[in-house]
């Protein structure tokens, strides 16, 4: 049964469904708070780019992942999905790409501009080897959830969850390929490979939010 407004979670499925999300949510919220604190200190610490970067998409992902549970909880509470608020959750969720790919993108041309060189981060290798192992095993789960829910909000998130592990899994590369070879551009390139892939998906939730 649907109404102008929304949906209904008539189905006790469904309902198993979106708890299944709701639990999800908490997880990558509970993570993301962690490797965002590691990273940023981690970042800032070794002068990194990509390492701050990948530390502030934490923050993001912890952002979108609330406005998704907020969202979930509020149509577990009364049993309706109400489709404009999730219209206006999917702008939010791309406007939080963009804001990442912006921030990334600045600072990539600051630092190719001043030459700044990042020190090696053994912490950085490490919780990004973690996180590129943690964030595509959620991203997983969460979209083969949210495609059972019927969810394009919850689809959405895990779209999210899959860029940060896109995101491990570069600034990775790039912060080994740094420690072996030295060369500081590749921190840099890392970074820019963070945003396109932010602006891509963000991108993606705008014309979504837009066909809704």
């Known amino acids: 049964m649907s109404t102008a407004a929304g949906r209904r979670l008539d189905t006790a499925e469904q309902r198993r469904f979106a708890r299944i999300a709701v639990w999800l949510l908490v997880v990558t919220i509970g993570y993301n708070i962690l ?66 790919a912006a921030y990334i993108v600045a600072e990539g041309i600051r630092d190719l501009v001043t030459t700044a060189r ?23 789960y969460k979209r083969r959830n949210g495609q059972r829910l019927g969810s394009r909000l919850v689809v959405t998130d895990a779209a999210e969850t899959k860029l940060c592990a896109w995101l491990s899994i570069s600034t990775l590369a790039g912060l080994g390929l740094y420690a072996l070879i030295g060369w500081a551009w590749l921190d840099t390139i890392a970074g820019f490979v963070i945003a396109y892939f932010a602006i891509r998906e963000g991108r993606e939730a705008w014309v979504a939010e837009k066909d809704a």
């Not at 990042?118 to 973690?130: N, R």
């Open 118 to 140: 990042p020190e090696t981060s053994l912490i950085g290798i490490g919780l990004t080897a973690l996180s590129a192992v943690i964030m595509p095993t959620l991203a997983f």
């Open 35 to 100: 490797e965002g604190i590691v990273a940023v200190a981690a970042g800032l610490t070794a002068g990194s780019v990509a390492l701050t970067g990948f530390g502030f998409d934490s923050a993001i992902e912890v952002v979108a992942a609330a406005i998704v549970l907020w969202r979930l909880r509020a149509e577990l509470r009364h049993g309706t999905v109400d489709e404009r608020q999730e219209r206006r959750a999917m702008r939010a969720l791309a406007i939080t790409f963009f804001a990442l």
